[in-house]
Every structure is written in structure tokens, then in C-alpha cells.
């Protein structure tokens, strides 16, 4: 949510300050705006509506040079999105700030900087603070301690980036609540919210920590903690391909993540099976003995981790036989809630940065859960760092604010895990084995359904003039078609809503005629004979049906009744496989509507704020 980049070098920095923001606009879209330090001494401040290209031609125009700049790039919180409330925020003519996150007093410390006699010119919390530390500088004249001051005032959560052209030489930034990472070059330093917005420019990153607040020099970098002590933090380098954050040859982000599935499952699974079981070591030195007294599990995520969550509860109770619940984090966070004995809190989630899942992890360390795991994307996370124990998936960056290969390969890290729980809890090793060659298959499964695109691309057709759709599954498919219909109302802007296909006649058969497609997942599982006849009474009242069923099902293409045939998978694989269909079908809806598929209107893809 909102995306921060800046530089301290010796060479002119708004081409990199320009092109961090590219690499950071998944996280926000709708302004964007840079602050450089030019060589007269001056702050030369540019500030867009609308995407990064908007800055990029209006820095054209004006031509900026410095060696010293931050930029950002905004989702709007407080204030629409409009020029005015644009980043940086800047307090006078000297001092320019960017920020991500929420100020949650900023209205009282807006009332006393007005008595103050600072004039406001945005709606925004960040200009509340480029004031307070103004304020603070104008009694020690060093920005530092100025950022110290104000911050020590800022309830709520964020990173900040401050510079200041009477404390010319230094970026000063500090972090709560919002992640922040320090780029380490050579003669010159940067920080960004995300290390994906440096890599053309380094490769060495130090995740700053809670509370930490440092100081950016062209040769060094010094970091405080939050108990004001000098701090250390580790360097470590980017492991993941150079090229992550290309399209290339593919239109979309989202498409050639689509693509990449059976690449990034196949790497989720590396090091961690053997031909017939899972390497319980390789889920961390800890994995075993924290496993082996677990009777319960919370899952707790939001979004499309929430609904990875869901399948691993079908997976949790009928492989290991413990009990286990998912929670949305939002509503988790806010709500009494009991824990019993031996409880393993897992958290689900892509970013590792989700405010409300982050939020309900501090909540659970209080709490008496016996541990934390996290199934996490991104290395040096929040939430990586703050869990006892993690399972990182192998996607590598996902940039399409939709999210698609981290989902399947959340489902792949939770089969593993739920394998290896389940050890402990008396599966047999024949299971075991025999899951974890379904398992191994996947990567294959995928590749042919990624071959039926053009006939997917063919059924989408059916969809571009509807404004509603229903999406169907039983059991663990359940939670496959609420993510379907995620993917499709959030980038094709149908209105879509996910039942289990049991529930149909509790009200939703109201809504079915012939302007209302109903897509069904449908593998040859236990429970097909009972979807069969749901299918029938979305049949009998002129529904248009889409089926996704393999050769076994039964189901045959007939008048409104229209079957992709789907490989035969294991009943427990089969979740991770039917999704990638369900992906292609809003994908290509979404282009003939004529939507912006990477970056879908009013969202973001990382919810660093409430
Ligand atoms: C889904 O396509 C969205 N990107 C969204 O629901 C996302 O899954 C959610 O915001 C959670 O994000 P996380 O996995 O990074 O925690």
C-alpha cells in the first residue's frame, strides 16, 4: 500500500528514483510524485495524478538533477487522490517527506500546528507530519533528532523518509508498522519500502526492524533502535531472479505469473520430498519437536491466503485429525477469542506485510498459543521475521495485484506441512507416500491446464456482458471457487459470489436465470453425485452452466451445460490444479472487458494499513 523509494549517491538520482517507483506501482496507483535535492541547494518537487508514466513525463518536462531524492507512489487513506495530496509533502520550501501508512492523531496535532502558524495545503496525515518535524528543526537544526522528536508524538503505523535542504547530505528514515529496507551500494545508499524497487541498483538489502530509525549517507548508514541504542542489522542478498519484476513476453504481469506455476510449485517443493515422504528438517531445525505435541491449528489470513487457509483445513482434519480454524486476521484482531491448549498459530500470507494478519500475529504471542508459522513469500518480511517458525513459498515477487501463483504455491507449502503434522499424528506411511507423489504431479497438471487456455479464452466470451456470476464446490472445492470468484470480480469488476453448491437451495437458486453463468469445480470426488444434482437444479431453472470436470465425472457438454475436461487428479492435489483454470477464465475476461488486469481500480497489492 503506497510505495517509497530514495537515494543518497553521487550520481543523479532521479532515473532510479523513477524507475524504484515502476518496479513499486503494484503497490499503489493512483498519484505519484519525487523530491530532489538539486545542486543550488533547492528541493525541486514534482507530483502526478494517475499512474508512475504521468511523473515520468512531467520529470521530462522539468528535468530535474540531484544526487540526493525520495519518491513515492500513493494509494490513497486520507484525502482523495489529487495532486495536492500527492507525495512527498513538503513543510515550507526545505523540508519533503513521503510516507506509507496511518497517522491516527494527526488531527490533533494538526489543530496545534495551525496555532503554530503552519498553513495545510493537502488533507493528508503526512503533511501533518512533514510540519511536526519541521517544528522539531527549527529548534535543534538537525534532522535527525528532529525525526526522533516527532515520531516519539505519531500514534499509528508507518515508514517515513525525510529529507531536508538545510541537512543536505542525509535521508533520514524511520519504521512502525510499515516495512522499510535499506539498499546498500557502493558510495551511495537507498531505501525503499520494497527491495524489489532497488535491484536494478543493488542487490545487498538490511530489513530495518519495529521502531528502528536511521540515517542515509552517500558512505554509511547508521541505525537506532527503538529504545534510542545504536543497532546493527544484518546484510543479506536478493535471491530471486533479476528479471521478476519483467513482463516479458507476456501482456500482463498476472498472465505470465499464471505461467509460472508449475515452475514456482516444483521449487516450493524442492528440498523438502523425497520420492515418498516429507523432509520434516527441511521445514526448519525446530519443525519436529513444535509439531509433535499440536492438537489444534488457527489459521489466521485475509484475501486469497485466507482461502489457501480453508483448504488446508479440509487437509489439517482429514490427514492429521486435529481440529483446526480459519479466521479472517480483521475480524480475528477485534473479537475475544478462546485458545486452547496446544494451539499452533499459523499465518498465511504473500507479503509477509498485511496489516491485520501482522497485527493479529502480536495479538497471538500474548496470547498462550504454543507457537507461530508462517507460510510467507517474501524473505525478510515482518511477518518471516516475527513467527518461530516459517515455510517460505518460491514464487518469487508477484507484482498482478491479483494474486495467482501464490496461492498455489501456499496450497503446495500447506500440503507439505499438513503431511508432516500429520506424521505426527498417525499417518500411515503408505498415505504419506502415496500424497506425496499426487503431490509431485502437480507441476505437470498444471502445464496441461495451462494448455487449455485458448478454449478457456473461448468460454470468457460468455462471460463480458454479465454483471453477476455464481461460482459452486463441495469440500475442500469450496474454497477453490471463493477464490474464483475473487479473481474475477477483482479485475474483470463482475460481480461474483462463491457457495458451497449445498447451500444453493437455501437461497441462492433464487438468483439463477438465464443471465447468470454458474461456474463449477468439479473433480471425481466423493461427493459428485451429490454436485451432480445441484448442477441439475441450476439446470432446471435456465441457469448457463461451466463446468471444470475431469474424463471420470459424467458430466457432458450438452445445452447450457458447457465441460472443460481437466487431467485426472488426486482427490487431495486436485484444489491446487482446479484453481489455475478458474485464474485463466477471469484473466481473459478481464482483458475483453478491457480492465487493467495488473492493477485492478481501488486496490493495492500489499494492505499495509487497516
Ligand atoms: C487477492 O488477489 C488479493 N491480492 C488479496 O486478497 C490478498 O490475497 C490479501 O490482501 C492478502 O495479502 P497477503 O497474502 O500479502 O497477506
Known amino acids: 500500500m503506497c510505495g517509497i523509494v530514495g537515494a543518497v549517491s553521487q550520481r543523479d538520482v532521479p532515473a532510479i528514483l523513477l524507475e524504484g517507483?515502476?518496479?513499486?506501482?503494484?503497490?499503489?496507483?493512483?498519484?505519484?510524485?519525487?523530491?530532489?535535492?538539486?545542486?543550488?541547494?533547492?528541493?525541486?518537487?514534482?507530483?502526478?495524478?494517475?499512474?508512475?508514466?504521468?511523473?515520468?513525463?512531467?520529470?521530462?518536462?522539468?528535468?530535474?538533477?540531484?544526487?540526493?531524492?525520495?519518491?513515492h507512489t500513493r494509494w490513497a487513506t486520507h484525502g482523495v487522490p489529487s495532486q495536492v495530496n500527492a507525495h512527498p509533502h513538503m513543510s515550507g520550501e526545505r523540508l519533503a517527506i513521503v510516507h506509507n501508512g496511518i497517522i491516527e492523531n494527526y488531527q490533533s496535532l494538526r489543530e496545534r500546528l495551525k496555532d503554530e502558524g503552519f498553513e495545510f495545503s493537502s488533507q493528508t496525515d503526512t503533511e501533518v507530519v512533514a510540519h511536526?518535524?519541521?517544528?522539531?528543526?527549527?529548534?535543534?537544526?538537525?534532522?535527525?533528532?528532529?525525526?526522533?522528536?516527532?515520531?516519539?508524538?505519531?500514534?499509528?503505523?508507518?515508514?517515513?523518509?525525510?529529507?531536508?535542504?538545510?541537512?543536505?547530505?542525509?535521508?533520514?528514515?524511520?519504521?512502525?508498522?510499515?516495512?522499510?529496507v535499506v539498499g546498500v551500494g557502493i558510495g551511495e545508499n537507498f531505501i525503499a519500502s520494497d527491495q524489489l524497487a532497488l535491484l536494478p541498483v543493488t542487490d545487498r538489502?538490511?530489513?530495518?526492524?519495529?521502531?528502528?530509525?536511521?540515517?542515509?549517507?552517500?558512505?554509511?548508514?547508521?541505525?537506532?533502535?527503538?529504545?534510542?541504542?545504536?543497532a546493527e542489522r544484518?546484510?543479506?542478498?536478493?535471491?530471486?531472479?533479476?528479471?521478476?519484476?519483467?513482463?516479458?513476453?507476456?501482456?500482463?504481469?498476472?498472465?505470465?505469473?499464471?505461467?509460472?506455476?508449475?515452475?514456482?510449485?516444483?521449487?516450493?517443493?524442492?528440498?523438502?520430498?523425497?520420492?515418498?515422504?516429507?523432509?520434516?528438517?527441511s521445514l526448519g531445525t525446530e519443525a519436529g519437536s513444535l509439531l509433535a505435541g499440536i492438537r489444534h491449528v488457527q489459521i489466521i489470513a485475509c484475501g486469497t491466503s485466507y482461502h489457501a487457509g480453508m483448504v488446508a483445513r479440509y487437509w489439517i482434519e482429514e490427514l492429521a485429525g486435529i481440529p483446526c480454524s480459519v479466521e479472517v486476521a480483521s475480524e480475528y484482531r477485534y473479537r475475544h477469542h478462546v485458545v486452547q491448549p496446544d494451539t499452533l498459530f499459523l499465518t498465511i500470507s504473500q507479503s509477509g506485510e498485511t496489516a491485520d494478519t501482522l497485527a493479529a500475529l502480536r495479538q497471538a504471542k500474548e496470547a498462550g498459543f504454543r507457537a507461530a508459522l508462517a507460510?510467507?513469500?517474501?524473505?525478510?518480511?515482518?511477518?518471516?521475521?516475527?513467527?518461530?517458525?516459517?515455510?517460505?513459498?518460491?514464487?518469487?515477487?508477484?507484482?498482478?495485484?491479483?494474486?495467482?501463483?501464490?496461492?498455489?504455491?501456499?496450497?503446495?507449502?500447506?500440503?507439505?506441512?499438513?503431511?508432516?503434522?500429520?506424521?505426527?499424528?498417525?499417518?500411515?506411511?503408505?498415505?504419506e507416500a502415496d500424497i506425496v507423489r499426487a503431490l509431485r504431479e502437480v507441476p505437470r497438471q498444471v502445464d496441461q491446464v495451462l494448455s487449455l487456455d485458448g478454449r478457456i479464452?473461448?468460454?470468457?466470451?460468455?462471460?463480458?456482458?454479465?454483471?453477476?456470476?455464481?461460482?459452486?464446490?463441495?469440500?475442500?472445492?469450496?474454497?477453490?471457487?471463493?477464490?474464483?470468484?475473487?479473481?474475477?470480480?477483482?479485475?474483470?469488476?463482475?460481480?461474483?459470489?462463491?457457495?458451497?453448491?449445498?447451500?444453493?437451495?437455501?437461497?441462492?437458486?433464487a438468483l439463477v436465470d438465464s443471465e447468470m453463468?454458474?461456474?463449477?469445480?468439479?473433480?471425481?470426488?466423493?461427493?459428485?453425485?451429490?454436485?451432480?444434482?445441484?448442477?441439475?437444479?441450476?439446470?432446471?431453472r435456465g441457469g448457463e452452466l461451466f463446468v471444470f470436470a475431469d474424463g471420470q465425472s459424467g458430466l457432458h457438454e450438452e445445452d447450457h451445460v458447457h465441460v472443460m475436461s481437466i487431467p485426472e487428479v488426486h482427490p487431495i492435489t486436485a484444489p491446487i490444479v482446479y484453481t489455475v483454470p478458474l485464474q485463466l477464465l477471469s484473466y481473459h475476461v478481464a482483458v475483453l472487458k478491457g480492465t487493467d488486469v495488473d492493477q485492478p481500480r481501488n486496490l493495492a497489492k500489499s494492505v499495509t494499513v487497516e
Open 132 to 180: 511536526l518535524i519541521e517544528s522539531c528543526f527549527r529548534q535543534s537544526g538537525d534532522l535527525l533528532s528532529a525525526v526522533k522528536a516527532a515520531v516519539a508524538e505519531l500514534h499509528g503505523a508507518f515508514a517515513l523518509a525525510v529529507m531536508h535542504a538545510d541537512d543536505p547530505d542525509r535521508i533520514v528514515v524511520t519504521r512502525r508498522g510499515s516495512p522499510l
Open 517 to 540: 453463468p454458474v461456474v463449477t469445480v468439479a473433480p471425481n470426488n466423493a461427493l459428485m453425485e451429490k454436485l451432480k444434482s445441484n448442477l441439475e437444479e441450476v439446470r432446471a
Open 457 to 509: 479464452e473461448s468460454l470468457s466470451r460468455a462471460f463480458m456482458d454479465k454483471s453477476h456470476s455464481l461460482f459452486l464446490g463441495r469440500g475442500a472445492m469450496f474454497p477453490v471457487a471463493l477464490e474464483g470468484a475473487l479473481k474475477l470480480k477483482e479485475i474483470s469488476y463482475i460481480h461474483a459470489e462463491a457457495y458451497p453448491a449445498g447451500e444453493l437451495k437455501h437461497g441462492p437458486l
Open 234 to 281: 544484518p546484510v543479506s542478498r536478493f535471491e530471486h531472479a533479476i528479471d521478476s519484476a519483467d513482463k516479458g513476453e507476456y501482456r500482463h504481469f498476472m498472465l505470465k505469473e499464471i505461467h509460472e506455476q508449475p515452475r514456482v510449485i516444483q521449487a516450493t517443493m524442492e528440498g523438502r520430498l523425497t520420492d515418498s515422504r516429507v523432509l520434516e528438517q
Open 21 to 71: 517507483l515502476r518496479r513499486l506501482e503494484y503497490r499503489g496507483y493512483d498519484s505519484a510524485g519525487m523530491a530532489i535535492l538539486g545542486d543550488d541547494g533547492s528541493l525541486q518537487r514534482e507530483r502526478e495524478v494517475g499512474k508512475v508514466q504521468a511523473l515520468a513525463q512531467a520529470l521530462e518536462k522539468s528535468d530535474p538533477h540531484g544526487v540526493v531524492g525520495i519518491a
Open 205 to 230: 538489502f538490511m530489513f530495518l526492524e519495529e521502531g528502528d530509525i536511521a540515517e542515509i549517507r552517500r558512505d554509511t548508514v547508521r541505525i537506532w533502535d527503538a529504545d534510542e541504542q545504536v
Open 375 to 431: 507460510v510467507c513469500n517474501v524473505p525478510g518480511s515482518s511477518l518471516v521475521r516475527e513467527s518461530d517458525l516459517v515455510i517460505m513459498t518460491q514464487a518469487g515477487p508477484e507484482i498482478g495485484v491479483a494474486s495467482t501463483k501464490a496461492f498455489t504455491t501456499q496450497l503446495t507449502a500447506l500440503l507439505i506441512f499438513t503431511l508432516a503434522l500429520a506424521r505426527h499424528n498417525g499417518l500411515d506411511s503408505e498415505k
